[in-house]
């Protein structure tokens, strides 16, 4: 099974200001974002992961980050099969989001 | 616009001869929901583009990012709502940080007594008239002490401003078509300066001897996001003129609407929460602010079928946008009772990071004047419809409303 993402930049404002917006990739194309006190701006990303825009974003913003490199997401992988059930996209086009529900087998 | 083109859909729209009624105009503006301006200002009509740039993180606010350089301010600090982030979240934080939660969260509350004690007072002396202004005597008195009382200015100086936010406004309203307009403009820089001066004179006395209003607590703030004096003026200076440039209009746009629609004043009185959602409902059917025209692209956006290049300046139509079939099923009836609006869905408090900073004060604001007022007034009824209007194509409301009455009851 893929990871959720493999990366993560983030893309407005900064941590340390407590601030900011955090863009996750996978294989170069935007699957989620993270707001902490930044939460107007999250209809924007919103738009960007229906359209499976490019990672990591390249925009000029304001409140622009400082532009460093994404770095991986660590997120754990998922090698295994576990009980929990799994959404995987399926079709041709990303803007299709037909959804499918796989249990895994006990 | 030069004397040898037509006018275009905006010059009507800005045009004072549509101030009355300009429905019909943003309902064509709607059909090009994103639409390019001779001079190059891309107007945006529809609800949906219109939320989706208020979102967009390439929208700035800040003027001097226009390819054409914007319009300069005088020479004083930009305000927050002429700044983007990260200065923008700092000095509304700041601000906030004496208005509501978390540090001062019955701020408002606190003054309901006040507020309904100073609307009866105003109609109390309506007893023996057949006739009132609902804007003179009514709209511009109550929310002009409230802005006053809660920012620090003393009672006696508020006529000052008066004539200031006025001279503002005017000026506020011809940046569309500035040419021939200097003496205008003159004025405006003038009541600009005189009002910075006087807060700045205001914020000093405050720092020596503080209250709990706004304007001490920004100048007596030791902490990391503590302003400067020039920001504290400015600040003090939009929140002025916010104060009292919209909920005047909101509450003149309410009564004219109520008058027009009688049906709803029976529920108002005795529904004590309808004139909740009633509010609500005018600020989609009736915002006294009609549209936001300083925003610039930071770089190409696309949005529905256009591309607003880097450095145009944009304009945020959101009276069209409150009124967009797409959104709100029969967008031209006025109905508190809808399902589709009462969400707080309506642009009539903007959007996004400058989402009106006054919210909380002008509904609670509204909702008292309203409903009291139309609680008291016996057999209330418009005597000249459509009533005068203000000039400005932006703050859009009633110069005056006069209405006739056969008495007022006690409160």
């Known amino acids: ?106 | 616009m030069t004397e040898t083109d037509a006018p275009t859909l905006m010059d009507q729209i800005t045009d004072e001869a549509a101030r009355a009624n300009p429905w019909p105009l943003f309902e064509q503006l709607r059909e090009t929901p994103v639409a390019r301006q001779p001079d190059g200002t891309y107007v945006v009509s529809g609800y949906a583009e219109i939320v989706a740039l208020l979102h967009d993180p390439r929208v700035s606010s800040d003027p001097t990012k226009r390819a054409d350089g914007g319009m300069t301010g005088g020479g004083i600090e930009p305000a927050f709502i002429n700044t983007d982030p990260p200065e923008h979240d700092t000095l509304r934080r700041e601000t906030t940080s004496f208005f509501g939660p978390p540090h001062r969260p019955d701020m408002v509350a606190k003054l309901e007594p006040w507020m309904h004690e100073t609307v009866n007072r105003l109609i109390d002396a309506f007893a023996d008239r057949e006739q009132i202004d609902v804007v003179d005597d009514f709209a511009y008195p109550f929310p002009v002490s409230a802005i006053c009382r809660i920012l620090g200015v003393p009672p006696e100086d508020e006529p000052k401003f008066h004539d200031w936010s006025g001279a503002l406004i005017v000026a506020l309203g011809l940046r569309m078509h500035p040419e021939g307009h200097q003496a205008a403009f003159q004025a405006a820089l003038k009541a600009n300066q005189e009002m910075t001066d006087y807060l700045g004179a205001l914020a000093e006395a405050h720092a020596k001897d503080p209250g709990d209003d706004i304007l001490s607590g920004l100048a007596t703030d030791k902490g990391p996001d503590a302003m400067h004096m020039e920001s504290i003026k400015s600040t003090a200076r939009l929140l002025l003129i916010a104060g009292h440039e919209t909920t005047v209009n909101l509450i003149s746009n309410g009564a004219l609407t109520l008058l027009r629609h009688p049906e709803h004043i029976e529920r108002v009185r005795n529904e004590p929460e309808y004139v909740i959602r009633l509010v609500e409902e005018l600020l989609r059917f009736e915002p006294p602010v009609q549209m936001i025209p300083n925003r610039t692209a930071l770089e190409d956006i696309a949005v529905g079928e256009t591309t607003i290049p880097a450095g145009a300046p944009i304009t945020l139509v959101h009276a069209a946008g409150n009124r967009d079939p797409h959104r709100f099923a029969d967008p031209a009836t006025f109905d508190p009772d809808r399902q589709d609006g009462i969400e707080g869905q309506h642009l009539g408090l903007g959007g996004g990071v400058h989402y009106c900073f006054g919210a909380p004060l002008a509904r609670l604001e509204v909702q008292i004047a309203l409903r009291t007022l139309f609680r008291r007034l016996d057999k209330p009824r418009l005597v000249q419809d459509p009533p005068p209007y203000r000039p400005s194509p932006i703050l859009r409301g009633p110069v005056h409303l006069p209405i006739a009455m056969d008495g007022v009851h006690p409160a």
């Open chain 1, 1 to 106: 099974m893929p990871t959720i993402a493999d990366q993560v930049v983030v893309i407005q404002g900064s941590t340390d200001d407590r601030r900011f917006v955090a863009a996750y990739g996978l294989d170069g194309t935007i699957v989620a974002a993270v707001s902490f006190n930044a939460g107007r701006y999250l209809e924007y990303y919103e738009r960007q992961i229906q359209e499976a825009a490019a990672f990591p974003p390249v925009l000029d913003a304001v409140g622009q980050a400082t532009g460093d490199d994404p770095v991986p997401a660590a997120f754990p992988p998922q090698s295994e099969l576990t009980n929990r059930p799994t959404v995987v996209l399926t079709g041709h086009s990303p803007t299709e989001m037909r959804v499918e529900r796989k249990f895994p087998e006990e």
